[in-house]
Each structure stands twice: as structure tokens, then as C-alpha cells.
């Protein structure tokens, strides 16, 4: 059984209020859900500067704490950037790697991302790692060449070990904060050939590498994605700027976890 994930991504949204009272919420919500809220892993992305208010937010909660980005390298002469080792220092457990805006608005290639979850992992980050096509790609027919393509690139840059510690995050680019939703069996479609690509290199990681979609999700939508064989959590970008919301999409993953 593999743990499910809901983490929300607040791209360049919040406030240090905004990260307190949202977070405050959230921690009292998941209080009263009880133990069962343990049984899946919760995480916050905020914009990085946001990182420090959210560590006190979250402190005794369940809740977990990832940024945005962070830069393929360590330290040095990269002005604007944020090291891995600042993100961890700022109490964060989780890094996002090649979102699909940092893909297309910053230039970010396939061997960039991989190079970012090399760094991940050196620093004990957990890269979810973002993947999938565009709508033109959808219509073009590419999905599967695209996902396999970009989940090829990081096990022959980083090695399919990689995986065994990284989480993916299909989200097709169509469906990103447009509200348009992958239907659950489109998504379990491409969650399966996901799966077939790592199970071509390793059956074990190929098992316990956990899936997340994103697009969309929303209380509404979020339990028949959840139920899906493949999907193993969400990737939330709106929703998740509203603890009510993104509490409802966590209560939907405690339940398929029970
Ligand atoms: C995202 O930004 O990763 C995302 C899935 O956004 P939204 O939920 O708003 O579509």
C-alpha cells in the first residue's frame, strides 16, 4: 500500500499571515479528523521566503513543508536562486522539480529537472517530480511519448534508484489552473503507462513509486481521482489556498487510506 500524498503548491501567492492562519486552520482541522490523518502525508509549498512562518505554523502538526524550486547547484555566484541546503535549513522536507511553469515560462529543460533531483536527494529532499503533455501534445496524440520522454530523462540521468525516494506528479499542462480535470480514466491511463516505463526498469520501485495528479483538483473531483489503482495523491495548485478546500481533498485521501 502505497502512503497517499496531497500537497499543495501556493505558486507566488501568500503572506506571512496568510501562512500562519492558513496553516493554523489546516493543523486544527486535521486535529479533529484524529490519528487517521497520519496515514497520509500532508505538504505545504510556499513561495520559499514563506518557508520560515510555515515551519512555526506547522510545528506538532502533520503537516510537512516543500518549496517550490530549488537551483541544480549548491552555492555560489547564481543571484536570485535558492540552494537546496537553505530550503532544508528553512525546515522544508519536500522540493516541486520541473512544475510545468518553470518548464515553459523559465526554460526549463529535462536535464535540468533531472540535475535538480540529483540535487534533491543529496540534500534529503523528497523531489516531486512534475510531468506531463500540453494540450497541443494531447491533440497531437504525444501524451505517452512526452511522459516517457521526461520520466526517461531523470532514470538515465539520475538512475531508477532516484525513484525509489522521489514522488511524480503527473499534471497535464491542459488541466493546470484552467479547470479543466483530466477524467479520472484519462488520468489512470497515463498513471498506468507511468508505472509500465519505471516497472520496465524496476518492479519493485516501479510498485511503491507514488503517482500524484494534479490539474484541477477540488473537493469535487478529488475522491474518483483518488480511487483510481494508479493515483496515489494529489498535486494542488488553488484549492490549496483555501484550508477549506484543501482540508476537504486531504479528508477525501484519509478515507481511501482507511
Ligand atoms: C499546480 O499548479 O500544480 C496545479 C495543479 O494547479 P491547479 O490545481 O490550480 O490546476
Known amino acids: 500500500m502505497r502512503t497517499p500524498v496531497i500537497a499543495g503548491n501556493w505558486k507566488m501567492n501568500g503572506s506571512s499571515e496568510m501562512a500562519r492562519?492558513?496553516?493554523?486552520?489546516?493543523?486544527?482541522?486535521?486535529?479533529?479528523a484524529g490519528e487517521t490523518a497520519r496515514n497520509i502525508d500532508?505538504?505545504?509549498?510556499?513561495?520559499?521566503?514563506?518557508?520560515?512562518?510555515?515551519?512555526?505554523?506547522?510545528?506538532?502538526?502533520?503537516?510537512?513543508?516543500?518549496?517550490?524550486?530549488?537551483?541544480?547547484?549548491?552555492?555560489?555566484?547564481?543571484?536570485g536562486q535558492t540552494a537546496a541546503s537553505m530550503v532544508v535549513d528553512a525546515g522544508a522536507k519536500y522540493t516541486l522539480v520541473g512544475h510545468s511553469e518553470r518548464r515553459t515560462i523559465f526554460g526549463e529543460t529535462d536535464e535540468?529537472?533531472?540535475?535538480?533531483?540529483?540535487?534533491?536527494?543529496?540534500?534529503?529532499?523528497?523531489?516531486?517530480?512534475?510531468?506531463?503533455?500540453t494540450q497541443q501534445e494531447r491533440e497531437a496524440d504525444q501524451t505517452e511519448d512526452v511522459v516517457?520522454?521526461?520520466?526517461?530523462?531523470?532514470?538515465?540521468?539520475?538512475?531508477?534508484?532516484?525513484?525509489?525516494?522521489?514522488?511524480?506528479?503527473?499534471?497535464?499542462?491542459w488541466a493546470i489552473g484552467t479547470g479543466l480535470t483530466a477524467s479520472p480514466e484519462q488520468a489512470?491511463?497515463?498513471h498506468q503507462f507511468i508505472r509500465q516505463?519505471?516497472?520496465?526498469?524496476?518492479?519493485?520501485?516501479?510498485?511503491?513509486?507514488?503517482?500524484?495528479?494534479?490539474?484541477?483538483?477540488?473537493?469535487?473531483?478529488?475522491?474518483?481521482?483518488?480511487?483510481?489503482d494508479d493515483i496515489d495523491g494529489g498535486l494542488i495548485g488553488g484549492?490549496?489556498?483555501n484550508?477549506?478546500?484543501?482540508?476537504?481533498?486531504?479528508?477525501a485521501a484519509i478515507q481511501q487510506a482507511a
Do not use: W
Open 42 to 79: 500532508i505538504v505545504v509549498c510556499p513561495p520559499a521566503i514563506l518557508l520560515h512562518p510555515v515551519s512555526d505554523a506547522i510545528a506538532g502538526s502533520p503537516i510537512q513543508s516543500g518549496s517550490q524550486d530549488i537551483d541544480q547547484n549548491t552555492s555560489g555566484a547564481y543571484t
Open 239 to 241: 484549492a490549496s489556498l
Open 148 to 173: 516517457k520522454r521526461q520520466v526517461l530523462a531523470i532514470v538515465e540521468n539520475c538512475g531508477i534508484s532516484a525513484l525509489h525516494h522521489a514522488i511524480l506528479a503527473y499534471e497535464p499542462v
Open 188 to 190: 489512470q491511463q497515463v
Open 243 to 251: 484550508s477549506t478546500d484543501f482540508f476537504a481533498i486531504c479528508a
Open 112 to 133: 535540468m529537472v533531472a540535475a535538480k533531483t540529483t540535487t534533491a536527494l543529496e540534500h534529503n529532499l523528497t523531489p516531486i517530480i512534475c510531468i506531463g503533455e
Open 197 to 228: 516505463q519505471l516497472a520496465a526498469n524496476d518492479s519493485a520501485i516501479a510498485e511503491g513509486c507514488r503517482i500524484l495528479y494534479g490539474g484541477s483538483m477540488k473537493p469535487e473531483n478529488a475522491s474518483d481521482l483518488l480511487a483510481q
Open 21 to 32: 492562519d492558513l496553516c493554523g486552520q489546516l493543523t486544527d482541522k486535521l486535529i479533529q
